[in-house]
């Protein structure tokens, strides 16, 4: 399975290449969607189908060179089945249409999603593979597909010399029990209610069958058994690669002595790491796979930004919540100078309690209270307050609002903020601060180019640098705000190299150096252009100029 191999580390991955392609997947993806759509509403429609199977195809071909871990073979499977549906349409029964319908959501959700949380959960993409694949007729994807290739698997350490204290065969009363005990509590395990001595069974089976193995070559595997099925009641319900996961274990309890195999270590260890508790991190940190996989914990947390509102949900009630907030304010600053307003103080309560109740719904638990609250003391006063009970209330105000922009942030794909620790700074002063900082410093950054541009169209005439040093320091101290210290670091670098090789009494120059100083700026200005569009390019570009930067001071 091509698809689902990789090197180094999955989950990190180069958000800046996706930030570029995701637009046009965006829009493929909708292409196909409609397709679909016309195809569902006129079986006789399928003019659109071929191009949709070759837009997915595309898709396809773009994530494996994006090396997004499981996106492919999701795409794979989508565009092998759209084939199918637009050669033989008579023949697609109703659940393929569902299952493609599927793919495209969870598609496009889990591309927003690797840019907003900037990781990848691979894992989560594998139900869906798997029953694009059972309507293919093709191998589904096993529990430890991540682990394929991977290099920490490839020098594992060899077992301990210290050999069972009896031989296999004297064993095999015991072993005889431990699988009947954990095929019983399997059963239950399986049917998605196990009573607490079913995950009892099945902990003690594995446990005694990895004291069995010490000193085998089987060692690891009986190990990971033991950390898999430990507390199984806690990962309920099962996928169904794990559940496959607990019947391979099962057969190999069954044969125990015979050898494992690769796929089936993979598979075991796979579901073993992922488990929360101290054992599977330990066995996870000890084999080397932090970089690969993580815990049910983690996943738990990251997979509402998958399944739950997307951008676009978020953005709609970030501004229908904007906007009423922006009427209570209007109505609070027109009762405060003592205008007649319908509903007066009271309405005004019951539209903070609203706003409150609304906010709360987000999650945003501290300022819906702190709304409340303001209500609560709205709802008391009958006529104009002084000032500091005003000021109460518009903090309320500001905490909610702020508080919304900062989780619509979240759910924006490429939104780079500053630092924010308090609520009662207008967020929205921040960010045109930072747009106006970010704009300026591309202008001075423009500045800086066309000098060095004059200067090698003079034929090397020094007054054109004068200035040149005194701009990239002040682009420097934009970095220093902006929260990026190699970018300060780098024009610092380059602000110095002029001032000492561009003097009056320096020598002219060569092509190299222009070329070198060139690159460090251009580095600095695609990282901002980046920042101003909402495509982070990520630190790559600082390691390109520190790169011509090292080159010019070597030389």
Same mark, same amino acid.
């Given at each position: 399975?091509?698809?689902?191999?990789?090197?180094?580390?999955?989950?990190?991955?180069?958000?800046?290449?996706?930030?570029?392609?995701?637009?046009?997947?965006?829009?493929?993806?909708?292409?196909?969607?409609?397709?679909?759509?016309?195809?569902?509403?006129?079986?006789?429609?399928?003019?659109?189908?071929?191009?949709?199977?070759?837009?997915?195809?595309?898709?396809?071909?773009?994530?494996?060179?994006?090396?997004?871990?499981?996106?492919?073979?999701?795409?794979?499977?989508?565009?092998?089945?759209?084939?199918?549906?637009?050669?033989?349409?008579?023949?697609?029964?109703?659940?393929?249409?569902?299952?493609?319908?599927?793919?495209?959501?969870?598609?496009?959700?889990?591309?927003?999603?690797?840019?907003?949380?900037?990781?990848?959960?691979?894992?989560?993409?594998?139900?869906?593979?798997?029953?694009?694949?059972?309507?293919?007729?093709?191998?589904?994807?096993?529990?430890?597909?991540?682990?394929?290739?991977?290099?920490?698997?490839?020098?594992?350490?060899?077992?301990?010399?210290?050999?069972?204290?009896?031989?296999?065969?004297?064993?095999?009363?015991?072993?005889?029990?431990?699988?009947?005990?954990?095929?019983?509590?399997?059963?239950?395990?399986?049917?998605?209610?196990?009573?607490?001595?079913?995950?009892?069974?099945?902990?003690?089976?594995?446990? &005694?069958?990895? !004291? %069995? /193995?010490? $000193?085998?070559?089987? @060692?690891?595997? #009986?190990?990971?058994? *033991?950390?898999?099925?430990?507390?199984?009641?806690?990962?309920?319900?099962?996928?169904?690669?794990?559940?496959?996961?607990?019947?391979?274990?099962?057969?190999?309890?069954?044969?125990?002595?015979?050898?494992?195999?690769?796929?089936?270590?993979?598979?075991?260890?796979?579901?073993?790491?992922?488990?929360?508790?101290?054992?599977?991190?330990?066995?996870?940190?000890?084999?080397?796979?932090?970089?690969?996989?993580?815990?049910?914990?983690?996943?738990?947390?990251?997979?509402?930004?998958?399944?739950?509102?997307?951008?676009?949900?978020?953005?709609?009630?970030?501004?229908?919540?904007?906007?009423?907030?922006?009427?209570?304010?209007? &109505?609070?600053? !027109? %009762? /405060?100078? $003592?205008?007649?307003? @319908?509903?007066? #103080?009271?309405?005004? *309560?019951?539209?903070?309690?609203?706003?409150?109740?609304?906010?709360?719904?987000?999650?945003?638990?501290?300022?819906?209270?702190?709304?409340?609250?303001?209500?609560?003391?709205?709802?008391?006063?009958?006529?104009?307050?002084?000032?500091?009970?005003?000021?109460?209330?518009?903090?309320?105000?500001?905490?909610?609002?702020?508080?919304?922009?900062?989780?619509?942030?979240?759910?924006?794909?490429?939104?780079?903020?500053?630092?924010?620790?308090?609520?009662?700074?207008?967020?929205?002063?921040?960010?045109?601060?930072?747009?106006?900082?970010?704009?300026?410093?591309?202008?001075?950054?423009?500045?800086?180019?066309?000098?060095?541009?004059?200067?090698?169209?003079?034929?090397?005439?020094?007054?054109?640098?004068?200035?040149?040093?005194?701009?990239?320091?002040?682009?420097?101290?934009?970095?220093?705000?902006?929260?990026?210290?190699?970018?300060?670091?780098?024009?610092?670098?380059?602000?110095?190299?002029?001032?000492?090789?561009?003097?009056?009494?320096?020598?002219?120059?060569?092509?190299?150096?222009?070329?070198?100083?060139?690159?460090?700026?251009?580095?600095?200005?695609?990282?901002?252009?980046?920042?101003?569009?909402?495509?982070?390019?990520?630190?790559?570009?600082?390691?390109?100029?520190?790169?011509?930067?090292?080159?010019?001071?070597?030389?």
């Amino acid at each position: 399975m091509p698809d689902t191999q990789h090197s180094g580390t999955p989950l990190s991955f180069d958000a800046a290449s996706l930030h570029i392609v995701k637009p046009e997947i965006d829009v493929s993806l909708q292409q196909i969607e409609a397709a679909l759509s016309s195809y569902v509403d006129d079986s006789d429609n399928t003019a659109g189908l071929p191009d949709a199977a070759e837009a997915m195809e595309q898709i396809h071909g773009i994530l494996r060179l994006l090396q997004l871990p499981g996106t492919p073979a999701l795409a794979g499977a989508m565009a092998t089945l759209l084939k199918k549906v637009a050669d033989t349409p008579d023949d697609i029964e109703e659940s393929d249409l569902y299952a493609l319908g599927e793919g495209l959501m969870v598609l496009s959700r889990y591309l927003e999603f690797a840019l907003l949380r900037d990781t990848l959960l691979p894992h989560l993409l594998t139900p869906t593979i798997n029953r694009l694949r059972r309507i293919l007729k093709q191998p589904l994807l096993r529990e430890g597909q991540l682990l394929e290739g991977a290099e920490a698997l490839n020098s594992l350490p060899a077992p301990s010399q210290a050999k069972s204290s009896l031989p296999i065969e004297q064993h095999k009363p015991v072993l005889n029990f431990l699988s009947r005990l954990y095929k019983n509590a399997l059963v239950a395990v399986l049917s998605g209610k196990p009573a607490q001595r079913d995950s009892l069974a099945l902990q003690t089976a594995t446990q &005694q069958a990895s !004291a %069995l /193995a010490g $000193g085998t070559e089987d @060692e690891l595997y #009986w190990q990971a058994a *033991a950390a898999a099925t430990a507390d199984i009641a806690q990962c309920l319900p099962l996928t169904d690669s794990r559940k496959r996961v607990l019947i391979q274990i099962q057969q190999q309890l069954s044969r125990f002595g015979s050898p494992v195999s690769a796929a089936d270590l993979q598979d075991v260890l796979g579901f073993a790491c992922c488990r929360d508790s101290d054992t599977a991190s330990t066995l996870r940190d000890s084999l080397g796979l932090g970089a690969i996989l993580v815990s049910d914990r983690t996943t738990r947390e990251q997979a509402p930004y998958l399944f739950g509102p997307d951008t676009l949900v978020m953005k709609t009630v970030s501004d229908l919540v904007h906007e009423e907030i922006s009427s209570i304010k209007d &109505q609070l600053d !027109a %009762l /405060a100078r $003592g205008d007649a307003v @319908e509903g007066g #103080w009271a309405g005004l *309560a019951e539209r903070f309690q609203t706003i409150g109740h609304t906010v709360g719904m987000l999650n945003q638990t501290e300022p819906a209270t702190e709304v409340h609250q303001a209500a609560s003391q709205l709802s008391q006063w009958t006529a104009v307050p002084d000032q500091d009970s005003l000021n109460t209330v518009m903090d309320a105000l500001l905490i909610a609002e702020n508080s919304v922009t900062l989780l619509e942030k979240s759910y924006t794909p490429g939104a780079v903020g500053l630092a924010f620790n308090n609520m009662r700074i207008s967020t929205h002063q921040l960010d045109e601060a930072r747009k106006t900082l970010i704009s300026e410093s591309r202008g001075t950054l423009g500045m800086a180019m066309r000098s060095l541009l004059s200067f090698v169209e003079s034929s090397g005439d020094m007054l054109h640098m004068d200035n040149v040093p005194v701009m990239l320091e002040s682009v420097g101290g934009a970095m220093e705000f902006l929260q990026a210290p190699r970018g300060r670091d780098l024009l610092k670098r380059a602000a110095s190299y002029v001032s000492g090789h561009f003097g009056p009494e320096a020598k002219a120059p060569g092509p190299s150096v222009i070329a070198g100083l060139a690159d460090a700026m251009s580095c600095i200005d695609y990282y901002l252009e980046g920042l101003e569009n909402s495509k982070p390019a990520g630190m790559k570009p600082f390691t390109v100029g520190e790169h011509s930067m090292d080159q010019l001071e070597a030389a």
